[in-house]
């Protein structure tokens, strides 16, 4: 189940990008580069009505994608072996670190 929602939520993250350029902004967007593919859409739903399509499909696929996250990472997260349960932050973060056998230990500096 995993695998199936972090499939799906890549497919609409793709789609997401792809609908983000499409739209056409203050500099013309990718909808004007590609003539035939957005210009063939203009023209089949009218101007204003491609508009009002491409901001609901955004909207449509923001949120499908934020639910997408939300849920994987609540429910359906691989989780963590029992040993290693907490971080090291939960421990109380204090970890000495291991000594080196090869490296001399420090003196303090005589006075």
């Known amino acids: 189940m995993y695998t199936f929602l972090v499939a799906l939520a890549s ?3 793709v ?3 792809i609908i983000v350029l499409l739209q056409s902004s203050k500099g013309g967007g990718l909808a004007g580069t590609f003539g035939g593919a957005a210009g ?5 739903f009218g101007t204003r009505r491609t508009a009002d399509f ?3 499909a955004t909207w449509i696929l923001g949120g499908t994608l934020a639910v997408l996250a939300i849920v994987i990472n609540l429910y359906f ?3 963590a072996s029992a040993d290693n349960s907490e971080s ?3 421990k109380g973060g204090r970890q000495s670190a291991p000594q080196n056998p090869g490296m001399p230990q420090q003196q303090a500096p005589v006075k």
Do not use: E, F, K, W
Request: charged share 5%; hydrophobic share 65%; net charge positive.
């Open 40 to 44: 063939g859409m203009g023209t089949m």
């Open 88 to 90: 090291v932050i939960q």
């Open 77 to 79: 997260l691989p989780v």
């Open 54 to 56: 491409l901001s609901r």
């Open 15 to 17: 789609l997401l990008i």
């Open 11 to 13: 497919i609409v993250a």
